[in-house]
């Protein structure tokens, strides 16, 4: 589904370029939950971001779905993006619409009537567990009703891929929990593939099949999910399973608190 | 007290809120062509022409430094073009919206630098085209911050239409020096300053309502 080749992207600043992401290799499967682990400043949040173009790599290609995003611009571009959903920690709705505006707003981009988008967007807010609030402006929401309508709106338009941009990062223990079910039923009932990035081990643990580890703007280890857990080789791998084996046995609330 | 007071300031008053109601509008027009264009042709803006936007900064930068008294002698040849005399208050109208543009489009500039990049983020990922990132996202997110801004604008530009008056504009602005200052008459000086406190009050009073009536709707807590 997603093919990453030799991507290279660095930074121009004052101290002159920063590298921020060297020789990046990725393979991951349609319909798979793929986790990129790491911790911050590693990197993760500019290769997600170079999957839909948010960030133009310097060097390497980016494929999705059998289409070179990397080659395009303009109007080809907007088109390809359609196909790439994206969630963010930070959920950035938009407040001067309702929550049946935000959903519906991809909907209007994509040129559906005003039936159509009706009648999916009240399929979404049903599938995400918000029929009743569509009414309601962003502000009036908690932080897991918010990442729900900014789900919602990523699956609009029925995108192939979603991008999952450290959507739970910003929410307590017990939301991320819901959200990273919904995640997986979503997965589940409408085969998307799931690209996500986390500073969190549990996270992994919990949904993903697959996933690979960053440091320094390198992948340094991937593979299945169990392997990076039982046998860990880098040592960014090592130490976010120390930490989550060490909280493993103590109460929730404390765990929560080290793992974010 | 004179019998003419009333009459007097009666017709400035009139003169007054012609002047401001339209240097406004045109003002707005321009200043928000300017201030949307500032913003989105900056780098890694939604449509960025770095060097379209050095110019215009430049331009508007010139502009603004020009003392407003000195910009309207500047602009009366303009104003003659355009409405065929230099004198009076539809002639001021021309100088004024000019003369207002420039720092209107830098107060929307700032107004839309305050929506959080990550919202232009979101629009660009579901593959918006830029004019509905600039329509649906980047006003009405700043909308409560612009109605906040030009009503600074709109009271400066009631301001500025009393500084015309010094050089035949009509207005409030120039009964004060011609019967206040010139003829000594302190009744009128004192009329004219007291009905551009109203008029001032008036417009903050209701950009302060329109701007906390958007935020309401939105559920926003101050």
């Not at chain 1, 994509?110 to 988008?117: I, L, N, R, V």
């Not at chain 1, 609030?133 to 699956?155: E, H, M, N, T």
């Not at chain 2, 930068?61 to 009366?76: A, E, H, M, W």
Request: charged share 20%; hydrophobic share 45%; glycine share 8%.
């Amino acid at each position: 589904m997603i093919a990453v080749k030799h991507l290279n992207k660095s930074y121009a600043t004052r101290a002159g370029q920063v590298s921020a992401l060297q020789d990046i290799n990725l393979h991951i499967e349609k319909g798979e939950i793929f986790g990129i682990i790491g911790a911050s400043g590693a990197g993760k949040s500019t290769l997600i971001r170079c999957l839909n173009l948010l960030e133009r790599p310097d060097t390497g290609s980016v494929e999705v779905g059998g289409v070179a995003i990397t080659d395009l611009k303009g109007k080809q571009l907007r088109l390809a993006r359609r196909r790439i959903g994206m969630i963010f920690q930070q959920f950035n709705l938009l407040e001067a619409k309702t929550v049946y505006g935000n959903v519906a707003f991809p909907l209007r981009v994509a040129g559906f009537s005003k039936p159509e988008t009706k009648r999916r967007v009240a399929e979404i807010l049903e599938l995400v567990g918000l029929s009743d609030k569509a009414d309601v402006y962003p502000s009036q929401l908690s932080g897991g009703q918010k990442q729900r309508v900014g789900i919602a709106r990523a699956l609009a338009v029925e995108p192939a891929v979603l991008l999952s941009d450290e959507a739970t990062s910003a929410l307590d223990p017990q939301t991320t929990h819901s959200i990273l079910e919904l995640l997986q039923d979503i997965n589940r009932k409408l085969q998307i593939t799931i690209v996500l990035i986390t500073h969190e081990m549990d996270v992994l643990r919990h949904i993903c099949d697959n996933a690979a580890v960053i440091e320094g703007g390198r992948i340094v280890e991937s593979g299945p999910v169990e392997q990076l857990f039982y046998r860990p080789e880098s040592e960014t791998a090592k130490q976010f399973v120390n930490i989550f084996n060490y909280y493993k046995d103590g109460n929730t609330q404390e765990k929560a608190v080290i793992m974010r | 007290m004179k019998e003419d007071m009333v009459e007097l300031l009666w017709t400035g008053l009139q003169q007054t809120l012609y002047m401001v109601a339209w240097s406004s509008v045109f003002a707005l027009l321009l200043g928000s062509l300017l201030g949307v264009t500032l913003v989105v042709t900056e780098k890694g803006g939604v449509l960025p022409a770095p060097r379209v936007n050095g110019l215009l900064s430049t331009a508007i930068n010139g502009v603004r430094s020009i003392p407003f008294i000195i910009l309207i002698v500047l602009l009366l040849p303009l104003s003659r073009l355009i409405v065929g005399t230099s004198l009076g208050p539809t002639a001021a109208i021309v100088s004024l919206s000019i003369g207002a543009a420039p720092f209107l489009g830098r107060i929307i500039e700032s107004s839309l630098r305050e929506v959080e990049p990550g919202k232009i983020e979101a629009a660009k990922s579901v593959g918006a085209h830029p004019f509905t990132i600039i329509a649906q996202v980047i006003i009405p997110e700043a909308l409560p911050a612009l109605v906040r801004g030009m009503t600074i604008a709109v009271i400066s530009i009631t301001e500025f239409t009393a500084v015309a008056g010094a050089i035949g504009a009509g207005g409030l602005g120039s009964l004060a020096i011609r019967f206040g200052y010139q003829r000594f008459r302190t009744d009128i000086l004192i009329g004219t300053v007291l009905l551009i406190i109203l008029i001032v009050q008036i417009l903050q009073w209701t950009g302060d309502y329109v701007s906390r009536a958007i935020d309401r709707k939105r559920c926003k807590s101050e």
